[in-house]
């Protein structure tokens, strides 16, 4: 029998130490309990059969969220990344690929950037007149770099990545990223690590697109009158709030809605909650009181 909740709960991550990683989600987030010296990945909302988020505190403290009602087929999964060092080049596929050929979901997601230190970049799709020969040649010949978009990063800003869209989060940044529970990854270049390249199936789901086309892809859901909504698809809508202008959450009750905190600290209902809070509203949670001073994303569940 699952478990009905209709009040919010704090979730505690599952912890993942990945080469490219550093230690800000342990310092500054307080992740992991003193138990790791690494953390590249918190995933914060998960249901997959090789990651589960559990409850924190509370009568169900400890219970996994999988036991709680309606979280079969979860379809969103949340995380924070640190990246001290960059990431692999990589593309993700679209979901009809993914089924056939990996038994999983394809996977689109965005970013919101938490920080970034000087001269951070990341990758963005290719640059302009890049075919899928172009791409190859320069995989095979170790100049994937001159087939890259390289995009300056500041906190704050979005990109939202369509499966099909090569990418990759470069050294110094932090990130909140909201994705399809999907964990299907095509490397095409990793910088000598040493890790399995997926470079045929890579080739196979890349979606060529200009830089311009990658442009309007990543503001095309900008809100010109609040500034909040970062993204928005079929599989999630995501917003940037403050409890100081955001002094209730109400209405969808019969959609999972979750928070994640950035900074500051408060309250959400009865819950206290800092930076790095994770909080799911389960369905049937219908009105939820803010206070206190903090910045969250806030991600509807579609």
Same mark, same amino acid.
Not at 88 to 101: D, F, I, L, R
Not at 125 to 131: A, E, P, S, V
Not at 201 to 212: H, Q
Not at 215 to 219: D, K
């Given at each position: 029998?699952? %478990?009905?909740?209709?009040e919010?709960? $704090?979730?505690?991550?599952v912890?993942? &130490?990945?080469?490219?990683?550093? /230690?800000? $989600? @342990?310092?500054?987030?307080?992740?992991g309990?003193?138990?790791f =010296?690494?953390i590249?990945?918190?995933w914060?909302?998960?249901?997959? &059969?090789?990651?589960v988020?559990?409850?924190?505190?509370?009568?169900l403290?400890?219970?996994?969220?999988? =036991?709680l009602? &309606?979280?079969?087929?979860?379809p969103? $999964?949340?995380?924070?990344?640190?990246?001290?060092?960059?990431l692999?080049?990589?593309?993700?596929?679209? /979901?009809?690929?993914?089924?056939?050929?990996e038994g999983? !979901? #394809?996977k689109?997601?965005?970013?919101?950037?938490?920080d970034? $230190?000087?001269g @951070?970049?990341?990758?963005y #799709?290719?640059? /302009?007149?890049?075919?899928k020969?172009d791409?190859?040649?320069?995989?095979?010949?170790?100049? %994937?770099g001159e087939? !890259?978009?390289?995009?300056d990063?500041?906190?704050?800003?979005?990109?939202f990545?369509?499966a099909?869209?090569?990418?990759?989060?470069?050294?110094g940044?932090?990130i909140?990223?909201i994705q399809?529970?999907?964990n299907?990854?095509y490397?095409?270049?990793?910088y000598d690590r040493?890790?399995?390249?997926h470079?045929?199936?890579?080739? &196979?789901?890349?979606?060529?697109?200009?830089?311009?086309e990658i442009?309007?892809? *990543?503001?095309s859901?900008?809100?010109? %009158?609040?500034?909040? !909504?970062? @993204?928005?698809?079929?599989?999630?809508?995501?917003?940037?709030?403050?409890s100081?202008?955001c002094?209730?959450?109400?209405?969808?009750c019969?959609? +999972? *809605?979750?928070l994640?905190?950035?900074?500051?600290?408060?309250?959400?209902?009865?819950?206290?909650?800092?930076a790095?809070?994770s909080v799911?509203l389960?369905?049937?949670?219908?009105?939820? =009181?803010?206070?206190?001073? +903090?910045?969250?994303v806030?991600?509807?569940?579609k």
């Open positions: 029998m699952k %478990i009905k909740i209709n919010p709960i $704090l979730l505690s991550p912890c993942k &130490d990945i080469i490219w990683g550093g /230690n800000r $989600l @342990a310092k500054e987030f307080g992740k309990n003193g138990k =010296e690494r590249a990945e918190t914060e909302l998960t249901v997959r &059969d090789d990651a988020s559990t409850v924190s505190g509370g009568e403290d400890g219970k996994p969220l999988s =036991e009602e &309606d979280t079969e087929d979860f969103v $999964l949340i995380k924070f990344i640190d990246a001290k060092e960059n692999s080049v990589q593309v993700h596929p679209g /979901n009809e690929y993914a089924k056939k050929y999983d !979901l #394809g689109t997601e965005m970013w919101y950037v938490v970034a $230190l000087p @951070a970049q990341l990758v #799709g290719l640059r /302009n007149g890049i075919d020969e791409f190859k040649k320069a995989v095979e010949e170790n100049k %994937i087939c !890259l978009n390289y995009v990063v500041h906190r704050g800003d979005v990109f990545i369509p099909g869209c090569v990418h990759a989060i470069g050294g940044i932090l909140a990223e399809q529970s999907s299907v990854t490397r095409v270049y990793d040493g890790r399995e390249l470079v045929k199936k890579a080739l &196979d789901v890349i979606e060529l697109r200009t830089k311009e442009e309007e892809i *990543r503001y859901c900008a809100d010109e %009158i609040s500034g909040e !909504l970062l @993204a928005d698809c079929e599989i999630f809508r995501v917003e940037k709030k403050s100081e202008s002094k209730k959450i109400e209405g969808n019969d959609k +999972f *809605r979750h994640l905190v950035i900074s500051g600290k408060g309250r959400v209902g009865a819950l206290e909650v800092c790095g809070s799911l389960p369905k049937g949670c219908e009105r939820v =009181e803010l206070d206190g001073d +903090f910045e969250f806030l991600t509807v569940v």
